[in-house]
């Protein structure tokens, strides 16, 4: 019997024991696609030698100091090299173990901003619908994500939240994609006012939205109009590139492709690789000038801050993302994974929508491609193709609630930087036969029909 306390405490797992390149393998020698990374973790694949060594190196030199009693090369270096990928603007880099320490930081450093700033009153966050930030309380309670609010809602911060951006449903028949990605972000303007601007700290978007929708970027000026927004009530625009950062969509941060400069951004997951835990909130530089011409510090701190073993292993990420050219791969193979994606899925019945950006891509299943019905919930449909995918040796991310908090099933995809066009095609191929099954054993063309 095992004592692990695992998410599900009555479905046995897999036990990993190796990985290798974009393949896992299980203790009987079974083999899996790593077609998600996890959770949009693993960017540079499993097993990466020069990693490896950057890890086993600084821990024969030194592995943890306290952050507030020494610094480290490693952490320096990190720091810089971030700095050196960020857009202009972006002058200091906080770190942290992940992403949802990351957000509560960022949400943190919003509030302390305002108060150097002598303005005390500002302090809510605004956020959107089918949006997660991460699973503490205070990243729960700006989150959008109605599933995983729902059991703890008593005890989170009440969130504000506007719609996202989301054409495929939320576009009005003979509405330009222009005016619908404005009427979109205007809604932050409705919602500042409603709250009162002098209240509102800041606004906090995934700039893809990973998890709750599968992988959804936004139109094209969406993001220019909630920058403006922002600037005119003076309310601080935090970009949570957790899951979308660090060349998961074609450039280091999602933002670069937006052409806006956010206040904080915050990022983990691929930051690491999946070889240490640690995420970061990237600080520009009016918020480091605010607070370190007032009061010269900031108000949180977490053991493991800058832990030296996690910064070597990043640096050696980031670096290998620069110098094997994997953000021109990512393009190239992006491109190729959403070609065959739609080769093979377009004309499929219960295919809603694929979407995407770089390797960061979303397929969304619907009951009828007109009306764009969800499945039932009860059918536990993208549960039941990441089971079927697991079966055939896939890892794909299963997503759900992505229509309105409950309803709406999709599979997100985030494979390795890495990956060769054999290998998409055996992605797609056993994502497909993944979809029959699920779709046959649940009945789901009987339930359509
Ligand atoms: C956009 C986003 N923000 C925050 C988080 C929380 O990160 P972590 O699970 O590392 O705490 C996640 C995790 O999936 C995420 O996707």
């Given at each position: 019997m095992s004592h692990v306390f695992h998410r599900n405490l009555n479905a046995p797992l897999p036990k990993a024991v190796r990985g290798d390149g974009v393949y896992l393998y299980d203790e009987g020698g079974k083999a899996y696609l790593d077609?998600?990374?996890?959770?949009?973790?693993?960017?540079?694949?499993?097993?990466?030698?020069?990693?490896?060594?950057?890890?086993?190196?600084?821990?024969?030199?030194?592995?943890?100091?306290?952050?507030?009693?020494?610094?480290?090369?490693?952490?320096?270096?990190?720091?810089?090299?971030?700095?050196?990928?960020?857009?202009?603007?972006?002058?200091?880099?906080?770190?942290?173990?992940?992403g949802s320490e990351a957000v509560e930081n960022a949400i943190k450093l919003a509030r302390q901003y305002y108060l150097e700033r002598g303005e005390s009153s500002r302090r809510t966050i605004i956020a959107r619908r089918q949006s997660y930030h991460g699973n503490t309380l205070g990243a729960l309670g700006v989150g959008g994500n109605a599933g995983r609010r729902q059991p703890f809602d008593p005890m989170l911060v009440d969130g504000v939240h506007i719609a996202p951006c989301y054409a495929y449903r939320y576009q009005l028949p003979g509405e330009s994609i222009e005016s619908y990605a404005l009427r979109a972000a205007d809604e932050l303007e409705q919602a500042i006012l409603m709250q009162g601007p002098r209240n509102v700290a800041a606004f906090i978007a995934e700039t893809v939205v990973g998890?709750?929708?599968?992988?959804?970027?936004?139109?094209?000026?969406?993001?220019?109009?909630?920058?403006?927004?922002?600037?005119?009530?003076?309310?601080?625009?935090v970009l949570d590139e957790v899951m979308c950062g660090i060349g998961r969509t074609g450039t280091m941060h999602a933002c670069e492709q937006e052409g806006i400069v956010p206040d904080m951004i915050t990022v983990a997951k691929g930051l690491g690789g999946g070889y240490q835990p640690i995420g970061a909130?990237?600080?520009?530089?009016?918020?480091?000038?605010?607070?370190?011409?007032?009061?010269?510090?900031?108000?949180?701190?977490?053991?493991?801050?800058?832990?030296?073993?996690?910064?070597?292993?990043?640096?050696?990420?980031?670096?290998?993302?620069?110098?094997?050219?994997l953000l021109s791969k990512v393009d190239e193979m992006g491109n190729l994974l959403d070609k065959k994606l739609k080769s093979q899925f377009s004309d499929h019945p219960f295919i809603g929508d694929l979407r995407g950006r770089?390797?960061?891509?979303?397929?969304?299943?619907?009951?009828?491609?007109?009306?764009?019905?969800?499945?039932?919930?009860?059918?536990?449909?993208?549960?039941?193709?990441?089971?079927?995918?697991?079966?055939?040796?896939?890892?794909?991310?299963?997503?759900y609630g992505g229509v309105d908090g409950a309803r709406g099933d999709h599979i997100l995809l985030a494979p390795p930087f890495i990956i060769s066009e054999a290998q998409i095609d055996e992605l797609v191929f056993k994502l497909a036969e993944s979809l029959e099954a699920a779709l046959q054993k649940s009945h789901a063309y009987e339930v359509a029909a």
């Open positions: 077609a998600s990374g996890g959770a949009a973790v693993s960017c540079l694949g499993h097993g990466d030698a020069e990693v490896i060594e950057a890890i086993k190196k600084q821990a024969e030199q030194l592995a943890y100091v306290h952050s507030g009693f020494f610094t480290t090369e490693p952490l320096e270096a990190l720091a810089g090299a971030l700095i050196d990928s960020a857009p202009k603007g972006m002058e200091t880099v906080y770190f942290t173990s992940g998890a709750t929708m599968g992988a959804v970027p936004a139109e094209v000026g969406y993001f220019k109009r909630i920058r403006e927004i922002c600037d005119r009530y003076d309310v601080l625009l909130v990237i600080i520009s530089q009016e918020i480091n000038n605010m607070i370190s011409q007032g009061s010269g510090a900031y108000k949180g701190g977490h053991t493991y801050n800058g832990h030296a073993i996690a910064c070597a292993a990043s640096l050696a990420v980031i670096q290998a993302i620069g110098q094997r050219g770089g390797l960061f891509r979303g397929v969304e299943l619907v009951t009828c491609k007109g009306t764009k019905l969800p499945f039932s919930p009860s059918l536990g449909l993208s549960t039941a193709i990441k089971n079927e995918a697991m079966e055939r040796g896939l890892v794909c991310y299963p997503g």
